[in-house]
């Protein structure tokens, strides 16, 4: 069973930035990825990145504002969220999963943390 544990969570301004972090009890040959759910609307995934770092993708409310890494000798996981807006507001969940299908689809992640709140106000 893989164990994720987000941190990093919080309330900024429009325009602040936020990182969040990931813990991945098991690593290996998972692609990481995180996903986001505002009250009242669908759950988005946001970015990807393969186990190797040679491949990730965002989505396009996100491309150039927000950055996902990975540090595979401890096993975590980043996203650097920079240029924030109030539609980031959001409980974000790291995930973890074998497969990588664009856009990211939740049925294709067999673990989940438990999920950190951001709040951007403006």
């Known amino acids: 069973q893989v164990q994720l544990v987000e941190s990093g969570g919080g309330s900024v301004q429009t325009g602040g930035s936020l990182t969040l972090s990931c813990e991945v009890s098991a690593y290996s040959t998972l692609h990481l990825a995180w996903f986001r759910q505002a009250p009242g609307k669908e759950r988005e995934g946001v970015a990807i990145?393969?186990?190797?770092?040679?491949?990730?993708w965002y989505a396009d409310s996100v491309k150039g504002r927000f950055t996902i890494s990975r540090d595979n000798g401890k096993k975590t996981v980043h996203l650097q969220m920079n240029s924030l807006k109030p539609e980031d507001t959001a409980m974000y969940y790291c995930?973890?999963?074998?497969?990588?299908?664009?856009?990211?689809?939740?049925?294709?992640?067999?673990?989940w943390g438990q999920g950190t709140q951001v709040t951007v106000s403006s």
């Open positions: 990145i393969s186990p190797g770092i040679i491949s990730t």
């Open positions: 995930v973890a999963g074998y497969r990588w299908t664009i856009p990211l689809q939740s049925v294709d992640f067999d673990y």
